[in-house]
């Protein structure tokens, strides 16, 4: 056992409907959501200050977050795709959240003295939409009638919250979850983990990443004791410290929902868009349309990549698709089963596999020597430029790493 944090701890949406903003929530028409109730108590606690019982909890929390939602556009636009996209439809669901609630901000002015759109500011609604987006722990709770019908299954743990992500913790294997969206999923994967292989690792190719077991770790609600409990399968060393695996994310992932880049993160990954492969096809390929319209088709132009164990298999496949002659392009079924066509296609598809490898390096490289030119030119922004910076190392690393793989093939 390393952590039993009793029930009553846990910041819940019972929590929110049992405090002073509770009794507007179950007036308010349409219902606010679960998440919206939450982010209204963190902001109306966080302003009541210390006559607020959450006072001690909400001192510990980051003033501020560190996630790509709270960034300078111009620093946004370095990222990488698909992370920048990502980026900018998260901040712009964020921005239609707080517009769309304001109304219900103005009826709380009862219990203020202040104005509520000082209260309420979209800085104070983003820094608690932050706090339940990068620290909440999966919890299902019994729907609140007062609330939408969105599911209910985030909490606030104080105290668990302050164990940190590695990527090499083994989660304890056992049934997957119950049906969940993927944003509950990504919930539960911070605390309760992922107990089934994770589907990522199929879809990639990259099922045989090396994966170092630093401990196993379970953890989840404990319906007898009443309590929300982390516990170890292995031993953990007195002053050692003790870390939990929000899930197999890659490094994209881990910058979008929780803020930080993974140093060696055996579950990253580059991604290659599919409509890249095509500019490096000959221009006289009179299949090409056709032959991304089969991969299109059957899901072969998503969720290719380069790793530490070079091309994924589907990227692999996907040229080899696309570097069939003419005379050979009736055999793309096999192509797809995984069966080798012919030397000369492996061959082909490898030297292309290669020129993208190399190119994305040149990219990469190109976009660090931006990164550290705004960084002496820009003070106010060189956090944010450093977390930038620290996930395109990475991906360069993984790059080097999967040129050298292909140029031994």
């Known amino acids: 056992m390393i952590i039993s944090l009793p029930e009553s701890c846990l910041l819940t949406t019972d929590t929110v409907i049992r405090s002073s903003v509770g009794p507007y929530i179950k007036k308010w028409k349409p219902p606010p959501s679960p998440l919206l109730a939450l982010c209204t108590f ?24 560190t996630c ?39 009826s709380l002015q009862p219990l203020f003295a202040e104005s509520v759109d000082n209260i309420f500011s979209y800085s104070a609604f983003l820094w608690a939409w932050c706090t339940v987006n990068t620290r909440a722990v999966y919890l299902r709770s019994t729907r609140q009638d007062s609330l939408s019908a969105e599911p209910d299954t985030c909490a606030l743990a104080p105290y668990l919250d302050l164990l940190n992500h590695s990527p090499h913790v083994q989660p304890v294997v056992g049934p997957p979850p119950s049906s969940t969206g993927k944003d509950e999923m990504r919930k539960q994967a911070q605390v309760q983990l992922y107990r089934s292989p994770p589907v990522a690792d199929f879809v990639t190719g990259h099922f045989k990443l090396h994966r170092t077991t630093v401990n196993m770790v379970k953890a989840a609600f404990n319906e007898k004791t009443g309590c929300y409990e982390i516990r170890t399968a292995s031993r953990c060393r007195k002053h050692e410290e003790v870390f939990i695996c929000y899930g197999p994310h890659d490094n994209q992932r881990l910058l979008l929902e929780y803020g930080f880049v993974s140093a060696c993160n055996p579950h990253a990954c580059v991604p290659v868009p599919g409509e890249t492969l095509v500019k490096y096809l000959p221009a006289a390929d009179k299949q090409v349309h056709r032959k991304m319209s089969i991969l299109k088709e059957r899901g072969f132009t998503e969720n290719l990549t380069f790793g530490w164990d070079g091309p994924s298999w589907r990227l692999l496949t996907a040229l080899k698709l696309l570097c069939l002659e003419a005379e050979k392009f009736t055999s793309w079924k096999k192509v797809l089963l995984g069966e080798v066509i012919s030397d000369a296609n492996e061959k082909t598809s490898l030297g292309v596999a290669r020129k993208i490898c190399s190119d994305f390096i040149e990219e990469t490289r190109a976009v660090l020597r931006k990164v550290s030119d705004m960084k002496e030119g820009n003070m106010l922004l060189v956090n944010q430029l ?5 996930l395109w190392v990475e991906e360069l690393k993984i790059l080097q790493a999967s040129a050298e793989i292909v140029s031994s093939l």
Do not use: M, N
């Not at 210390?50 to 501020?64: E, H, V």
């Not at 636009?77 to 103005?106: C, G, I, N, W, Y």
């Not at 450093?386 to 620290?390: G, H, I, M, Q, T």
């Open 68 to 106: 790509p939602v709270c960034w300078e556009p111009e620093v946004v636009d370095l990222l990488p795709e698909p992370l920048r996209t990502k980026a900018e439809e998260q901040r712009a669901h964020v921005q239609d959240l707080f517009v769309s609630s304001r109304a219900f901000f103005t």
């Open 386 to 390: 450093a977390l930038v910076e620290a």
């Open 42 to 65: 963190l902001v109306s606690e966080k302003h009541t200050g210390y006559q607020s019982l959450w006072k001690s909890y909400l001192d510990i929390l980051p003033s501020s977050y």
